[in-house]
């Protein structure tokens, strides 16, 4: 691959529902441009982009894949993405370091939720976009549908077409091009041939044009002005009009085409070139101070790069996507990475399209390579000359909450489960890790089933047979009531003995009040120096529980009587004297069971507010409020039970088709239903009778 400059490079992301034909767009770029000679198909699971085990088993993108090509003397970065939301991290590090998101839509399908919510990640940026309305071929393929749609589905930036499809479905034959009002029809391998309008679109063509000049007269005063006096732009100022409107985020263009039969893929890389932004501008930053600067995109500036991506490849190691904004990188230099103080050797540049890799002498600001085998940096990281200590924005990522346990399945498995888990958390920044002592169980936390269940299958790739389990809930218990409680602890074998009594009065305390121990012993019945012993006694016997094995908190434990014996006391005997006059007496003083309380948000689009209360009502759920956030969403305040929440990701995606999210944090333990403390009650004596 030559080097290309910056103003000769194109950034582009290719976004959308899963299904809308993204993968199969990037196959289809390839192919016009060169540098496939065959079309690949993800059902035959031959594409360039989806070519991991787990893309080809499940016939769906799973990771983004650079797939870059040369259309002309221009240079694209195609980055293709998954559209499931589960791996939603390959999404948003693409959508941060290409340019101009490309939307694709299935024209049978209509505007999806998978591209709705991209949509709303560029509207937050202000981010270059075109619609891409893919599958015209298919049967109900409708363009205007599309178009409709996203009036409704897709606030913000106005949808202005810059093609018209000649037909649809079967009868899909060619486009016409609004802005240089000409008609295209194609050949067997996508190659336009220009000809004449149909006379049946003529007048929908006219009105369309005339409303993309109104749309493009927008962009500057001069362009306003030309179209008032003369009502009429001319081709160039229709061009330069929509390129500032996309370059502000303003204006979407949308085009139309078949993946599947190559037809509008030469037009629509025609079009990438005309209208997406070149790398240029200046980025934000944060100095080694911690104050803002702005980097001016140039290649004669020292190096700065983000770290978007992580993979690992079975000969190279740990394989680091950067995007350069800043300076000329190469080979065998050195970078700074501010966020983790260390420096970074880079070794080789690879030039990556797919899992081909090839080495490359340098890479311009704007452009994208990648890095094997760098040390401490990771997905989000920035990079930057020694001269030039600074962190750009890293990826802003959502909080996982889908939390299973997972175990090896052999002792052999478990001497390498950590290892090849920590390959997984650093290709995939939404996977959270920890071990719960309490509980016994390694806990793996991502967004969603499928990304979990793909964790697992990876590992079996690995070598390593797991197998997954509900999580545990830290389920606590506490006293409702008050006891005195006398226990003697004597034993005699021969030699010198054991000898302990301890009387206690145990109660329970308000939520949050921890333990409490008072020693209220008079008269030296019991020496001072085993005071510390009883104590010790009782908070081991409060770890063990009273009904279900769980801790004991918010307790008051006073201890005003015993007696001792010269000879055999000692703190192992009032120790064990007060863990038994706990274990005893705390069964009689009401014990409950406490379960966690969480303190749930949920954003919804209106149309779901019933079904997503009622649905967090059958959880046990308080609703506490309802706060409009605009466009359309609401978000949804409770308090839940921890219990509830260990399925909601899966509960929520299925009410709201995906277009609900939520985050959730531990506010308090409060006592459990009779009902449900029953059901725990049980279960913790079956789980002690396999034990």
């Given amino acids: 691959m030559n080097v290309y400059t910056t103003e000769k490079i194109r950034n582009i992301g290719l976004f959308g529902h899963q299904g809308a034909g993204k993968t199969s767009l990037a196959e289809a770029l390839l192919y016009c441009s060169g540098v496939t000679d065959r079309l690949g198909k993800v059902e035959n699971g031959n594409t360039v982009a989806d070519f991991d085990p787990d893309e080809i088993k499940r016939c769906m993108s799973v990771f983004s894949a650079l797939t870059p090509t040369v259309w002309g003397e221009y240079k694209f970065n195609i980055v293709d993405t998954p559209g499931f939301f589960d791996f939603i991290a390959e999404t948003l590090g693409a959508l941060r370091v290409t340019d101009c998101a490309v939307l694709v839509a299935a024209a049978n399908s209509g505007i999806e939720v998978g591209l709705e919510k991209v949509w709303g990640q560029c509207e937050e940026r202000s981010k270059p976009r075109l619609l891409f309305v893919n599958k015209m071929d298919k049967e109900n393929a409708n363009f205007q549908h599309i178009l409709d749609e996203s009036k409704e589905k897709l606030p913000g930036a106005r949808v202005a077409p810059v093609q018209l499809p000649i037909g649809a479905a079967e009868n899909f034959t060619g486009v016409v091009d609004l ?73 979407v263009p949308a085009l139309c085409g078949s993946s599947a039969t190559l037809k509008g893929i030469h037009l629509l890389a025609d079009e990438i070139v005309n209208y997406v932004p070149a790398p240029g501008g200046e980025v934000e930053a944060v100095d080694a101070e911690g104050q803002s600067v702005e980097i001016a995109v140039d290649p004669k500036d020292p190096v700065v790069a983000l770290i978007f991506k992580t993979s690992s490849d079975p000969y190279v190691g740990k394989i680091s996507y950067l995007r350069i904004f800043a300076g000329t990188l190469h080979p065998d230099c050195v970078l700074h990475n501010q966020a983790k103080g260390v420096d970074e050797k880079i070794g080789n540049l690879l030039f990556i399209r797919g899992k081909s890799q090839e080495k490359i002498s340098e890479a311009p600001a704007g452009d994208i390579v990648a890095v094997a085998r760098l040390g401490a940096s990771s997905t989000g990281d920035t990079l ?62 991502g967004i969603g089933d499928v990304q979990i269940d793909l964790c697992v299958e990876r590992l079996k790739r690995m070598g390593v047979d797991v ?112 863990m038994q006059a706990f274990k005893n007496g705390a069964p009689k003083a009401k014990p409950v069971i406490l379960e966690p309380i969480v303190n749930v948000e949920v954003t919804v689009p209106d149309a779901y507010m019933g079904d997503v209360i009622g649905d967090l009502n059958s959880k046990r759920g308080r609703i506490s409020g309802m706060d409009p956030i605009g466009h359309g969403l609401q978000c949804i305040k409770a308090q839940v039970p921890l219990a509830e929440m260990q399925r909601y990701a899966i509960d929520l995606r299925s009410i709201t088709q995906g277009r609900g999210s939520f985050i959730q944090e531990f506010d308090h333990y409060e006592e459990t239903p009779p009902m449900v403390a029953e059901q725990v009650i049980a279960e913790a004596k079956a789980a002690e009778k396999q034990a």
């Fill in 179 to 251: 802005v240089e009002q000409k008609a295209y029809t194609f050949d067997a391998k996508g190659v336009p041939s220009e000809t004449a309008i149909p006379a049946d679109l003529a007048d929908e063509v006219e009105a369309a044009r005339e409303q993309l000049m109104e749309v493009a007269a927008e962009a500057t005063d001069e362009l306003t002005e030309k179209y008032f006096e003369a009502m009429e732009l001319s081709t160039e100022e229709l061009k330069e009009g929509l390129k500032i409107l996309v370059a502000k985020g303003s204006v």
């Fill in 384 to 445: 930057s000359d020694a001269s030039r200590k600074v962190t750009l924005p890293g990826l802003d990522l959502p909080r996982p909450f889908y939390s299973r346990a997972i175990y090896a399945k052999s002792k052999a498995d478990e001497d390498k489960l950590s290892a090849n888990l920590q390959r997984l958390l650093q290709e995939d920044p939404t996977l959270q890790l920890e071990r719960v002592e309490e509980t016994h169980q390694t806990i793996i936390t």
């Fill in 467 to 578: 197998e997954l389990a509900a999580r545990k809930i830290p389920y606590r218990e506490t006293l409702k009531g008050k006891v005195s409680e006398d226990y003697r602890h004597k034993k005699q074998a021969g030699g010198r003995g054991q000898f302990a009594q301890v009387s206690i009065e145990i109660s329970g305390l308000p939520s949050g009040a921890g333990f409490q121990f008072e020693d209220n012993i008079v008269g030296g019945v019991v020496s001072k120096n085993y005071i510390p012993a009883v104590e010790k006694g009782v908070r081991k016997a409060m770890e063990s529980g009273i009904l279900a094995g769980n801790p004991v908190v918010d307790v008051k434990v006073r201890l005003f009587d015993g007696k001792m014996h010269e000879v055999d006391s000692s703190d192992m005997a009032f120790q064990i004297a007060g």
